[in-house]
């Protein structure tokens, strides 16, 4: 599997503030927008190959193959991965009945309760059995991952600084994290409705024990910035 930007970025999925995500074939791409806003856009694009690369040969986490990241003809990031086909993002599973032959065979094209409850149940399992044990024993001697601390987004929310430091530690104490593990984030067979893969790498890397955090949507995330006493303990662990 080879792609490379003068291939083509295929056809456009979505596009958020800072980055475009694109299909070419067998081929994931995200990709940087001119003008880019936000924090530490450039800095994502360069984590992520690496947490990929290091998941991929560390552990036995599912994650989408690495085919090719730097910068393109227009000097914009990119992050190319195979596209793994048969599959939703976890937020989107339950948007139709999955198995409508077991739930509802008259309303298979509407949001399902049981399917939602089947992704569920298979995602906290995937995350608290197969990741968050995994992702334990991978340690550092330094927070970050090659040499770029992407700090969670609830602390950014409440600390502007453009750079943090790297904080370095006689023993491997740091350990792998995803600032990120939430069910979209997680992509699920759209039969079996079993996690086929962990994806969006691109806040990853050793950071003290206590940041890695485990939540099932998008509503319980964001208890995580209305947290002050847990966004205060998270800057003071990253360094503040």
């Known amino acids: 599997m080879a792609w490379q930007p003068s291939d083509g970025y295929g056809e456009l999925i979505f596009q958020s503030e800072d980055k475009s995500y ?128 992407v700090p969670p987004r609830w602390v950014l929310e409440h600390d502007k600084r453009e750079s943090w430091p790297v904080l370095t530690s006689d023993d491997e104490e740091y350990v792998f994290t995803h600032h990120d593990l939430v069910l979209h984030n997680l992509l699920i067979h759209t039969q079996t409705l079993k996690v086929l893969a962990l994806v969006d790498m691109e806040e990853c890397g050793y950071f003290p024990r206590g940041l890695q955090q485990w939540r099932y949507d998008r509503p319980g995330q964001f208890e995580l910035y209305a947290n002050a006493n847990l966004v205060q303990e998270h800057i003071r662990l990253l360094g503040g």
């Not at 730097?70 to 000097?75: A, L, P, R, S, V």
């Not at 739930?103 to 906290?124: E, G, I, K, W």
């Open 22 to 149: 694109h299909r070419a074939g067998a081929i994931f791409i995200k990709r940087e927008l001119p003008n880019a806003v936000g924090p530490f856009v450039k800095e994502r694009f360069k984590v992520e190959p690496i947490a990929l690369d290091l998941l991929a040969s560390a552990t036995a986490i599912p994650v989408p193959k690495l085919v090719a990241y730097g910068q393109d003809f227009e000097g914009l990031h990119y992050v190319a991965t195979e596209y793994i086909f048969g599959s939703i993002r976890g937020d989107m599973a339950a948007t139709e009945c999955r198995m409508p032959r077991l739930h509802r065979p008259l309303q298979a094209d509407t949001f399902c309760r049981a399917c939602a409850d089947t992704v569920h149940a298979n995602a906290d399992k995937f995350v608290r059995e197969v990741v968050l044990p995994q992702l334990a024993t991978l340690r550092s001697r330094s927070t970050g991952l090659g040499g770029v601390v």
